[in-house]
């Protein structure tokens, strides 16, 4: 479920994912995040801290391998 308001200024979105089945990986399996939909959310200030994190290889998918992280 999600829902979007405006309070004042502030654009707040809530989403709810409930009983969602984890991904189950297989070998050489394409990252899902490649094909499927995204819902990105933050607590950082801005675009570029996110990519900080992305490129200095601190950031790892949720969906990739065991192995990996």
């Given at each position: ?10 654009r707040i979105i809530?989403?709810?994912i409930a009983n969602?089945?984890a991904c189950q ?45």
């Amino acid at each position: 479920m999600v829902s979007d308001k405006i309070q004042g200024d502030r654009r707040i979105i809530t989403a709810v994912i409930a009983n969602q089945p984890a991904c189950q990986s297989e070998n050489d399996m394409v990252d899902p995040t490649d094909v499927d939909s995204v819902f990105v959310f933050s607590n950082l200030d801005n675009w570029e801290e996110l990519g900080k994190i992305v490129w200095q290889g601190k950031w790892v998918s949720p969906y990739a391998p065991a192995s990996w992280k």
